[in-house]
């Protein structure tokens, strides 16, 4: 399996401002995913990410709010932008594992807190 | 669309005893199945997938997990559980033909108790 690695781990932010959260991977890989964990709650997917096309956002999420990057094989960065408190949650990149078949591997997530 | 359900929201064992997590699923074929860990403060493990073949998977840290197609589920077990796998459980359907979306269950949390 990949080895994954989110900055930052955790941050407290402001309401108004943004922050940027990155995802690297270890080998490179097709496909990244980005999801949000609301306190107490499952994983909602909030968009896919292939290298050198859009990302792919789900019902409920737009690319004004959430940009992201993927500028090559093996990193990915997700912007949450004019954070609320409603943002607070672990945001969590994950990646295509080499089985294929739908296989995610996760990394260890960001935990934000909006104020 | 697809959904998976997992009907109980906690539960509490003892340790050395037995477990088994329940998962249903909705899907319009045989869907692309897994269960995934959460420790408190960690990211999502995964723990066994199903894909095809025998129906009963094993996975790491001695757990197992059983197919049955005509109940529409893939539960979760664990013949004597220890402490360290308190943790939040989640079960999630893959799409067979598609862009390899996961969707999940809202979790499971386990407690273990001496």
């Known amino acids: 399996s990949a080895v994954i690695s989110q900055k930052p781990s955790r941050d407290i932010c402001q309401r108004g401002t943004s922050l940027t959260i990155q995802c690297q991977v270890d080998s490179q890989v097709t496909m990244m995913f980005w999801y949000r964990q609301q306190p107490g709650q499952s994983l909602t997917l909030i968009a896919t990410a292939n290298q050198g096309s859009e990302a792919t956002y789900e019902s409920g999420f737009v690319i004004d709010k959430f940009p992201i990057s993927r500028p090559n094989l093996t990193f990915s960065t997700l912007t949450v932008s004019n954070m609320s408190p409603e943002d607070s949650s672990i945001y969590l990149c994950?990646?295509?594992?080499?089985?294929?078949?739908?296989?995610?591997?996760f990394g260890p997530g960001t935990r934000l807190t909006v104020l | 669309a697809q959904s998976v359900t997992q009907p109980d929201i906690h539960i509490t064992v003892s340790e050395g005893a037995s477990l088994e997590l329940r998962c249903n699923y909705s899907y319009g074929a045989t869907p692309y199945l897994f269960w995934y860990v959460q420790s408190p403060g960690q990211g999502l493990q995964l723990l066994l997938k199903?894909?095809?073949?025998?129906?009963l998977v094993q996975g790491i840290k001695g757990f197992e997990a059983e197919f049955k197609r005509s109940q529409s589920s893939f539960n979760l077990r664990k013949p004597s559980v220890h402490w360290s796998d308190a943790a939040e459980y989640f079960c999630a359907v893959g799409e067979v033909m598609g862009n390899e979306k996961l969707t999940f269950g809202t979790g499971t949390r386990l407690t273990i108790i001496p």
């Open positions: 199903y894909f095809s073949g025998d129906t």
């Open positions: 994950s990646v295509e594992g080499l089985a294929g078949a739908g296989t995610q591997y």
